[in-house]
């Protein structure tokens, strides 16, 4: 802030916008980061300094195998991204100053979604996909 400029970019998810039954810690983690970056982009707001929340919808990397979920719903959907390009689009988010990137237009789509599902039906959701 002193130099009144910079980037910040944080990785969070999609996870952020809705509970996650079985991975509960990740899901709150991710929900966290984003309000941390949202907040943050506003008390920085006038300063030079950005602040970016990047939510990425599953994406293929080593992770899913390290955790035990390369074998649920969610990974052996065809909706899943490679780093690279989740990457990509995250530098142009940031370098256009954007709060929130979401990488894919499906997962901007469901997540406009779940702001008008029942939570209780999000969560059974999440349970099935998860599993």
């Known amino acids: 802030m002193a130099r009144k400029s910079g980037k910040i970019l ?7 916008f809705q509970p996650g039954p079985f991975m509960a810690v990740y899901f709150a983690t991710k929900a966290y980061v984003l309000s941390l970056s949202e907040a943050l982009s506003e008390e920085t707001r006038h300063t ?12 293929k990397t ?3 195998n390290r955790a035990g979920a390369d074998k649920t ?7 899943v991204m ?6 990509e689009i995250a530098y ?4 256009k100053n954007k709060r929130i990137i979401i990488p894919s ?8 979604l779940l702001r008008v599902c029942p939570r209780a039906l999000t969560t059974k959701i999440m349970r099935n996909i998860l599993l």
């Open 105 to 112: 237009w499906r997962h901007k789509i469901i997540i406009q």
């Open 82 to 87: 490679n780093a690279r390009s989740v990457a």
């Open 62 to 64: 080593s992770f899913q």
């Open 10 to 16: 944080n990785v969070a998810s999609t996870a952020a």
């Open 48 to 59: 030079g300094v950005t602040v970016s929340a990047l939510c990425p919808g599953p994406t």
């Open 92 to 95: 142009a988010g940031l370098m």
């Open 73 to 79: 719903e969610i990974f052996k959907n065809n909706g």
